[in-house]
């Protein structure tokens, strides 16, 4: 599946997490077991795949999720390296100064349905569930992305499917659902796309069926607990249409 995508930046740090996007999107051409993750996943998804209930949440960085062998041979680490990245710790590159400073992150997938940490071809990397899901058929992303000065910038941008996306997300509120409402937001938008466009468009979408294991039951598991959350006005995002939401999830997860 292949769509396109058109984004503005509004800052001097959206400038620097566009770069670092089109930095990594020119890395992982070749690679096909990389995926775009993160904030600029879901604002692609939500720009290439348009919908009302849209809310714009700006991100800093630029994370990909890469399959062990891509992390075992270290072909990532010379790639950014190369283009003029310093790796900040094992697994965060940084090129520039703040308010410009360009941040690449490298997650690896795990099974055991937690976050952690793991050391592979002698580097640490966080290590990430449900990400195993993400590393599948993705959806291309021709995304043009305009800077401050009305330059753009094109690249080729490998990102998950929305279930794939939503299963991501969903263990990151799981993980830290009370330090922040980006994960909330990111969730509401994911809901929105696939609502407006159903499941057919966006790479299909397993979580409303019957018997799901693995990463999609702890998703969907979470996701209900997210939409208690909401009916009891606990989980913080003002931004949020929380009943809506609520809604979404019920109408697309199985209890």
Avoid at 45 to 60: H, M, Q
Avoid at 79 to 108: C, F
Avoid at 176 to 205: C, E, M, Y
């Amino acid at each position: 599946m292949r769509k396109t995508a058109h984004t503005i930046a509004t800052g001097p740090e959206d400038d620097a997490a566009y770069r670092a996007l089109h930095d990594l999107a020119s890395i992982m051409d070749g690679h096909p077991e990389a995926r775009v993750i993160g904030g600029h996943m879901v604002g692609l998804l939500a720009a290439a795949f348009p919908s009302a209930g849209l809310i714009e949440r700006r991100t800093g960085d630029a994370d990909a999720g890469i399959s062990l062998e891509l992390a075992d041979d270290g072909t990532m680490h010379e790639a950014l390296t190369d283009a003029g990245y310093t790796a900040v710790n094992s697994n965060r590159y940084a090129k520039g100064e703040p308010p410009e400073e360009q941040v690449i992150d490298l997650l690896i997938p795990t099974l055991t349905g937690k976050f952690g940490d793991a050391s592979r071809g002698g580097r640490r990397f966080d290590a990430m569930p449900g990400l195993h899901l993400a590393l599948g058929e993705p959806i291309m992303v021709d995304a043009h992305l305009t800077l401050q000065d009305e330059s753009e910038l094109v690249c080729a941008v490998p990102v998950p499917t929305v279930e794939a996306a939503v299963v991501l997300k969903a263990y990151a509120w799981s993980d830290r659902w009370a330090q922040t409402p980006k994960d909330t937001i990111d969730l509401s938008n994911l809901f929105h796309v696939l609502d407006a466009h159903g499941a057919d468009a966006v790479g299909g979408w397993r979580l409303h069926e019957d018997g799901v294991t693995g990463a999609r039951r702890d998703a969907s598991q979470i996701l209900l607990s997210l939409a208690l959350k909401l009916r009891a006005k606990r989980a913080a995002a003002p931004a949020v249409d929380a009943r809506k939401l609520e809604v979404l999830i019920r109408r697309w997860v199985k209890a």
